[in-house]
């Protein structure tokens, strides 16, 4: 993590094959209960209007907009004779004098409205200024609902709302009073009553404890049922009111990834095609001083990740911050996920989100917190992951990991006396020691080069997994208490901080951690000397690689009976003590990654000094 650069570097080659599913273990006898938390008049209120929630699909989701200044809008609409579709939204300051935008809309799959004819409805609205009141209707048919308020906080401080899977519906299996909790359709669907009572109990003390939320970032799995209809799950997802003021980045987590359903409910920025399932890609947008950037981990094609990655950073590069949100927990340390589907892209993007000079990744899946030691690439060559089909074409082989550049089949748990297995284990375990812990003290990093990995429990608590038994040594704390969790995060040009809480039977918010914080300073950038010869500049090489180490267009450069540069490596050597006021020109001749090149150069004290120009070509850019 360092100060950004303009230039990005070039994108990966090759692909690797689609996945969905997560493995199917079972979680704890823990839940969070609606029937015992939250009081019994407010258990008996909901479990009376879940009929009318569970029923009405055509809830508003609110979704960031490409920045700031814009805000998405989706929903469904019935289907009536006579009536088309109006995708239309009405938006302004002034109640009385709403600014009307349109948009698009197109049939809902009734495949998973039970038959029921539906369009989904898309608008962006623009314009939108800080600190601002708005107010906004949704058409429905050309009928227009009742104004909402919406309030704008600062865009220089911004402070957002990250949680992991409410996965609305979990709860299935779960005995509540004499009862056994079900996940039939609709209305019979007692797991998704339950989840949603916990889910909007969540938000609604997170809110009330933490004003002044700009928008949540939900890390996946915002509901079940996987690849099956499940209307009535996102009914009560999005039943929350606070939902209707605050916009949610959603990241597709497996259960969300095999259905239209979530493409249709939620209405992303700048949505790509690349690590597309049939929920939809990556997607980023920009939002205060950060860049967000969100990718479907449940498409195992990393270089289409890098792709994505490239075109966010390409569409902002001097973003103070870059955060990344995955669903599948490379670094996490559940028991269920975290040495198995968690970490099968860890090889992978490791090194992709050094090169980008990636801040922050959030990550979800795993049913337990954590948050992880500054963490950064070895530098060393491994092999690539993921899991393939099983023999029926039905599902994923989850028994076993695939090691691509093998073509090895990896048991993640042998039989007893499979010595063979037991080694093809232990390397796959080995091979995934892929990083390299940055030495800190104390909970605030300044300008660290390693990348901070945050694990989010359960929003709703509609279900818990057990924490893995040996704490992995790149975990600096962790947590399972059984009850819901959500972090608050702060970010501003120069620092990121955030805090975690859980929420107990009794309403009550409780840290469950200390505040961690990154700060940004400037006056500790690598400082590159120039000399400035007939009206053109040259820079100190050295100074140069070491100013753009940990970003997307790092090189590294050293001496071997010349120079050599070798670029997307960090560089490793020292730098020159003192400066030159003066040198001689030269020609230096050099090798990049072992093509022969030349340039105009000057030397001075025994270092060389090249020209914009020539770094132009190693992507970097200086002067700017």
């Known amino acids: 993590m360092q100060t950004r650069e303009k230039i990005l570097a070039s994108v990966l080659s090759g692909a690797l094959l689609v996945g969905a599913c997560a493995p199917a273990l079972a979680a ?70 709403l600014t009307a935008f349109t948009g698009i ?55 957002m709302l990250y949680v992991g899977d409410p996965q609305i519906g979990a709860s299935k299996g779960q005995p509540q009073g004499t009862d056994s909790l079900a996940a039939d359709a609709g209305v019979a669907n007692t797991a998704a009553r339950n989840d949603s009572f916990g889910w909007n109990r969540t938000l609604e003390i997170a809110t009330e404890q933490n004003p002044g939320i700009n928008f949540i970032i939900s890390a996946g799995d915002q509901v079940n049922k996987t690849g099956k209809p499940k209307e009535e799950e996102y009914a009560g997802y999005l039943n929350p009111q606070a939902l209707q003021s605050l916009p949610v980045a959603t990241t597709i987590g497996n259960h969300d990834s095999l259905n239209l359903d979530y493409m249709y409910h939620f209405y992303n920025p700048n949505a790509t095609e690349y690590g597309a399932t049939q929920a939809g890609g990556d997607y980023y947008y920009s939002y205060g001083p950060g860049l967000f950037i969100v990718l479907n981990t449940n498409n195992y ?23 990344v949100t995955i669903h599948q927990d490379i670094y996490g340390t559940g028991l269920d996920h975290s040495d198995t589907d968690g970490m099968i892209l860890r090889t992978q993007l490791t090194p992709v989100f050094d090169r980008y000079d990636i801040d922050v990744v959030l990550q979800g899946h795993d049913h337990t917190y954590s948050r992880s030691k500054l963490l950064y690439g070895d530098g060393q060559t491994h092999n690539n992951y993921e899991f393939q089909l099983n023999a029926e074409g039905s599902d994923y082989d989850w028994d076993h990991a695939y090691d691509i550049t093998n073509s090895t089949q ?53 279900k818990f997994y057990e924490l893995i038994a040996a704490q992995q040594d790149y975990i600096a704390n962790r947590s399972q208490n059984w009850l819901p969790s959500y972090s608050v995060i702060n970010m501003t040009e120069t620092s990121f901080s955030i805090d975690t809480y859980q929420i107990t039977d009794g309403g009550k918010a409780e ?50 009976g010349g120079v050599v540069i070798e670029t997307k490596t960090a560089y490793t050597g020292n730098l020159p003590e003192t400066s030159a006021a003066e040198g001689a020109a030269v020609t230096l001749d050099l090798t990049v990654d072992g093509q022969a090149v030349s340039t105009a150069a000057m030397l001075a004290n025994g270092n060389y000094y090249v020209p914009a120009s020539f770094l132009t070509t190693l992507g970097v850019a200086v002067g700017a």
């Not at 998405?72 to 300051?93: I, R």
């Not at 799959?109 to 539906?118: E, F, M, N, R």
């Not at 690598?526 to 090489?541: D, F, M, N």
């Open 511 to 560: 840290k469950i951690d200390e505040t961690f914080a990154i700060e940004k300073d400037a006056s500790t950038a690598v400082p590159v000397a120039s000399l400035a010869v007939g009206g053109e500049t040259y820079y100190r090489l050295r100074d140069v690689a070491a100013s753009v180490t940990g970003s997307a267009n790092q090189f590294d450069v050293s001496w071997n």
């Open 410 to 462: 990896i048991p993640l748990s042998p039989e007893e006396g499979d010595a063979d297995g037991s080694a093809l284990l232990t390397a796959f375990q080995q091979d995934n020691r892929c990083y390299t812990i940055e030495s800190t003290t104390g909970n605030t990093a300044v300008n660290p080069k390693g990348i901070l990995y945050m694990s989010a429990n359960s929003a709703s608590g509609s």
């Open 105 to 159: 809309s197109a049939d809902v799959d009734q495949s998973l409205t039970d038959g029921v004819a539906y369009v989904y409805n898309h608008v962006t609205v623009t314009g939108l200024a800080e600190n601002s009141t708005y107010y906004y209707t949704v058409e429905k048919n050309s009928v227009e609902t009742e104004p909402v308020e919406y309030k704008t906080g600062s865009f220089s401080s911004i402070k």
């Open 301 to 323: 094609n990393v270089a289409e990740h890098e792709k994505a990655i490239a075109e966010a950073v390409a569409s902002d590069p001097d973003a103070a911050w870059r955060v």
């Open 28 to 97: 704890t006898v823990h839940y969070n209960d609606g029937s015992t938390v939250g009081g019994s008049e407010a258990w008996k209120a909901w479990t009376e209007s879940w009929a009318s929630v569970a029923t009405d699909y055509t809830k508003v989701s609110l979704t960031p907009g490409k920045n700031e200044t814009e805000l998405n809008f989706a929903w469904y609409s019935k289907v009536e004779d006579g009536k088309a579709a109006t995708p239309v939204v009405h938006f302004g300051a002034d109640k009385a004098r």
